[in-house]
C-alpha cells in the first residue's frame, strides 16, 4: 500500500492512530514523526491515505508534542484532537418554554426540541448541522444562563435518547439515535470478525420528575419584631400589653401607649401588617394527600402564583396570583356585617418573602370582637409552594419505574422539567380550612414519564453486535449503532497486512486506540455476550409510583 500521513508543516510522519465516535467531545489522533527543526504549527488539517481510499480532518488542533524512543530511534510524537475541540467553551443564554401558573407554555418562550438544538449548534458554530433525530412530541424547559452549548445539547439528546456527532468523512455534524444505525461493511477487506450480543436489560428504569408544586391554603399568625431584633408571634414580644394585643388596642396607628419607648412605638406600628406560615388551614403540618413534614420551613418557598386560577361561570380569570381569605373587619361594610364571612376574600395588597413564608400587608387585616374591641383576624393566604419529604429533607418528586426483570441495576432517566401539580380543594363556610379533595396533573405525568422511560428502555436493550478488522481505509461513519472507528497507519510495519487497517466496533464499546489488539477485542466481545446469557427476562408489564425525594 502507498500510505500518506499529512499534518500541517509535519515534514517525515511515520504512523498514525486515529480514533472517531459519536458525542461532542473531540475525538483524538496521534501521529508519530522524523524529528525536525521547525516547531509543528499548533492548526491544521489531518489527512491519511492508503492509496485507493483517503480521509480529511480540516480544522484539527495540536494539544502535546514529544520526543519518544523506541526500534527506530527518536520519534516525534504530536497528540491532536478533530474540530469538535471548538464545540466545547461556547456559552449560550436563553431560557425557553416558561410554564405560567397553569402548566401552560407562555408563548413566546415555546421552543420544539428540534428548535433548542439548533440554537445550541449555531452557538457551537455549526448553523447547518442536522437535528431531525429529535422529536418534536414535547417542549423541555431550559435556563442557560452562560452555559456551555456543548454540555447543553448533549443533555437535551441524551433525554430523548439521541447523541450529537461529527461525521468525519463528510465534515458535517448532527444528531442521531443511539441504537440506531448502519450495518458494519461486509466486502473483500474484511480481515477478521467477531458477533455477539452485547448490552443488559437493567433491573429496573426510574423517571424521576421536577420538584413538585402544590396550592394549598395556608394559616398565618400575626407576627413582630422583638426587642432582640427576632420576629415572634406578636403576643409574645416584651412590650405587647399583658394579655395580647386583642381587646388591648386603642388606636391601630399608634398600638403602645404614650409612655413606650419610641423604638418599641415604631415596631408596633406594624401589628397585623405582618404574618407568618404556620402550617396547612387545618392547623397542622399534614397534607391530606403527600403526609407531614418535619416543620413548616419544608412548606417553603412559597409563591405568590396560583396552579388553579380563580375564574367565573364564563371561565373568566379573575385571579391568577396568591390571595387572603378568613374572618375580618371590612372598612366601610353596612352594620352589623363588621367582620366578614368565614372564609371570604380579603382584598388588602400584600407581598410574599418567599423563602421565610412571610407576609406584609399594605395595611393592618383585623376583626372586631363584642362591639368595639379589635382582635388579629383569622388570615389564611391559598397560594404555591414547595413540599420537602420528612425522611430526605429533599423536595417532594415524583418517580415512576419499569421493571423489565433484567440483571444490569437501576437506570435513572431525570426528567425535571416535568412538574407534579396537586392542586387541594375546600369546605366553604366553617368549613373552609378542611381539605375536601386534591386535583392533579397524575395522567399528562405519567405520559410524559412513561416516554422517558420507553426512551431508555430502547437504547439499554441488547442487540446484535460485532468487532471488524479491515485491509486498508474503511470510511465508516459513527452513528447510533457503529460506537467507535480506528485507523491505524504505520509506514514502518514490513508486512503489508498490518500496515494500514480499519477497526469498527457495532453496539459494543471500542477500547483505547494505543491499547487496540485483535485478541483484546474478541475478549470485550466474548465478555460482552457471556453477561447477556445470564441474563433473565421477565417482563412484568407494570408501571408502579412512588413519592421520593
Known amino acids: 500500500m502507498n500510505l500518506t500521513v499529512s499534518f500541517a508543516n509535519v515534514e517525515q510522519a511515520t504512523k498514525l492512530l486515529l480514533a472517531n465516535a459519536a458525542g461532542v467531545e473531540p475525538q483524538r489522533w496521534i501521529l508519530w514523526a522524523i524529528p525536525q527543526t521547525a516547531p509543528i504549527e499548533p492548526y491544521g488539517t489531518l489527512f491519511l491515505s492508503d492509496g485507493f481510499s483517503s480521509l480529511t480532518l480540516p480544522s484539527c488542533q495540536v494539544i502535546s508534542q514529544q520526543l519518544t524512543y523506541g526500534v527506530n530511534g527518536p520519534q516525534l510524537q504530536v497528540t491532536g484532537l478533530d474540530r469538535r475541540v471548538y464545540w466545547s467553551g461556547q456559552a449560550i443564554d436563553g431560557e425557553y418554554n416558561v410554564r405560567d401558573a397553569n402548566g401552560n407554555i407562555v408563548p413566546h418562550t415555546e421552543r420544539t426540541p428540534q428548535q433548542l438544538a439548533q440554537l445550541l449548534w449555531i452557538a457551537m458554530g455549526e448553523p447547518f448541522a442536522s437535528v431531525s433525530a429529535l422529536p418534536n412530541i414535547d417542549r423541555p424547559y431550559v435556563n442557560w444562563q452562560c452555559a456551555n452549548a456543548a454540555t447543553e445539547l448533549d443533555k437535551l439528546c441524551e433525554r430523548y435518547g439521541c447523541e450529537p456527532t461529527l461525521d468525519i468523512g463528510t465534515n458535517s455534524s448532527g444528531i442521531i439515535v443511539k441504537g440506531i444505525g448502519q450495518p458494519l461493511p461486509n466486502n473483500l477487506d474484511v480481515r477478521w470478525a467477531a458477533e455477539g450480543i452485547h448490552g443488559v436489560l437493567p433491573t429496573r428504569i426510574e423517571a424521576c420528575s421536577g420538584y413538585a408544586l402544590l396550592q394549598s391554603k395556608l394559616k398565618l399568625e400575626p407576627i413582630l419584631e422583638d426587642t432582640d431584633n427576632t420576629e415572634k408571634n406578636a403576643d409574645d414580644v416584651t412590650y405587647a400589653p399583658s394579655g395580647g394585643w386583642d381587646g388591648n388596642v386603642a388606636s391601630l396607628e399608634d398600638p403602645l401607649p404614650a409612655d413606650s419607648t419610641e423604638e418599641n412605638a415604631e415596631r408596633a406600628k406594624k401589628l397585623w401588617k405582618r404574618w407568618r406560615v404556620t402550617g396547612f388551614a387545618d392547623g397542622t403540618l399534614t397534607h391530606g394527600l403527600l403526609g407531614p413534614v418535619n416543620t413548616v420551613h419544608d412548606l417553603f418557598p412559597i409563591s405568590d402564583r396560583l396552579l388553579t386560577p380563580l375564574t367565573n361561570d364564563e371561565g373568566e380569570v379573575l385571579e391568577a396570583g396568591a390571595y387572603l381569605v378568613g374572618t375580618a373587619r371590612i372598612d366601610g361594610a353596612p352594620a352589623p356585617l363588621d367582620n366578614t364571612e368565614e372564609g371570604a376574600r380579603i382584598d388588602v395588597p400584600f407581598r410574599i418573602i418567599e423563602d421565610k413564608g412571610i407576609i406584609e400587608t399594605a395595611e393592618p387585616i383585623y376583626q372586631v370582637t363584642g362591639e368595639t374591641e379589635l382582635a388579629a383576624a383569622e388570615l389564611y393566604l391559598v397560594c404555591t409552594h414547595r413540599m420537602r419529604d420528612p425522611s430526605t429533607n429533599q423536595l417532594v ?58 426512551r431508555k428502555l430502547d437504547e439499554l436493550s ?88
Not at 435513572?412 to 396533573?441: F, K, L, W
Open 462 to 549: 441488547p442487540r446484535p453486535s460485532a468487532v471488524v478488522e479491515y485491509n486498508g481505509i474503511q470510511y465508516i461513519a459513527a452513528d447510533g449503532a457503529i460506537q467507535s472507528v480506528f485507523w491505524i497507519l504505520d509506514c514502518n510495519e514490513r508486512s503489508d497486512e498490518r500496515n494500514c487497517i480499519t477497526v469498527g466496533y457495532r453496539n459494543v464499546e471500542g477500547g483505547d486506540l494505543l491499547l487496540y489488539s485483535r485478541e483484546r477485542a474478541r475478549r470485550q466481545l466474548s465478555i460482552a455476550t457471556e453477561i447477556d446469557r445470564k441474563r433473565i427476562i421477565v417482563d412484568s408489564g407494570q408501571h408502579n409510583r412512588r413519592r421520593i425525594a
Open 397 to 454: 418528586r415524583y418517580v415512576r419505574f419499569f421493571t423489565p426483570g433484567g440483571v444490569g441495576g437501576v437506570q435513572t432517566v431525570q426528567s425535571y422539567d416535568v412538574i407534579p401539580r396537586i392542586t387541594t380543594t375546600y369546605g366553604s363556610g366553617a368549613s373552609h380550612t378542611i381539605a375536601t379533595g386534591y386535583e392533579g396533573n397524575t395522567a399528562a405525568l405519567n405520559a410524559l414519564l412513561d416516554l422517558d422511560i420507553s
